[in-house]
């Protein structure tokens, strides 16, 4: 059974340019996290959905990142214009809707460097 | 403002030994605490506690939740060089989830 897939796992940038990280959440799994850690600021929540409806976006850090789920397998988080201060690593989790408060699953993580 | 801390946020000891890591937590409408293992990937999920006292054990891994003193710990005993990681440990509130900046632990042989 596959867990959580998130593309790319690595991506290098250049500042200004436009970042589109991609999840893939576990099959029937309603709820999707999207997080940021650094060694500064450690591991934050920037969005979460619930059956693909943005929950809680007040941890995205400013107007130049954005998130969508247009269906229940398919999540995105942009970055545009992206920052060197966006370099960090970012993942995707999921969780049944109704083990919102229990075992959050994990994709692998997409380490972004913005140069 | 929602806060996890945990303490300390780093800790060295020899194989065998048994470790003691803190955590500390401040959440609106607090509804349970969560205990991961990050090693070089994403974090894995060990424990979690939602009623005081109550010990939650898996082998060599112990938690158990304090919501009097809103604090947790996380034993590990006869710890192995597998156990080093960064430990984090995460406060569920009012839909969203805390996390602390977790305890980098280290084992040395």
């Known amino acids: 059974d596959a867990g959580v897939i998130q593309s790319p796992r690595h991506e290098v940038t250049e500042m200004g340019q436009e970042v589109t990280l991609r999840c893939k959440p576990i099959s029937g799994h309603n709820s999707l996290f999207w997080y940021r850690q650094t060694m500064m600021r450690g591991l934050e929540l920037l969005i979460y959905?619930?059956?693909?409806?943005?929950?809680?976006d007040s941890g995205m850090p400013e107007d130049r990142f954005s998130a969508k789920m247009p269906n229940a397998s398919f999540s995105t988080l942009k970055i545009q214009p992206s920052e060197p201060r966006d370099s960090a690593v970012y993942f995707c989790?999921?969780?049944?809707?109704?083990?919102?408060?229990?075992?959050?699953?994990f994709g692998p993580g997409t380490r972004l460097t913005v140069l | 403002e929602d806060k996890v801390v945990q303490s300390p946020l780093s800790l060295v000891v020899h194989e065998g030994d048994t470790v003691t890591l803190n955590c500390s937590y401040e959440?609106?409408?607090?509804?349970?605490l969560l205990w991961y293992k990050q090693e070089k990937k994403a974090p894995t999920f060990l424990f979690m506690l939602?009623?005081?006292?109550i010990e939650k054990k898996s082998g060599r891994l112990s938690s158990i939740l304090d919501k009097k003193e809103l604090s947790s710990i996380l034993n590990i005993t006869a710890t192995q060089t597998g156990d080093s990681a960064i430990y984090l440990c995460?406060?569920?509130?009012?839909?969203?989830?805390?996390f602390g900046q977790g305890t980098r632990l280290t084992i040395n042989p």
């Open positions: 959440v609106t409408n607090f509804r349970s």
């Open positions: 995460a406060a569920q509130g009012a839909q969203k989830l805390v």
């Open positions: 959905f619930n059956n693909n409806v943005p929950i809680d």
């Open positions: 989790a999921s969780t049944p809707e109704a083990s919102f408060y229990n075992e959050q699953f």
């Open positions: 939602t009623s005081s006292g």
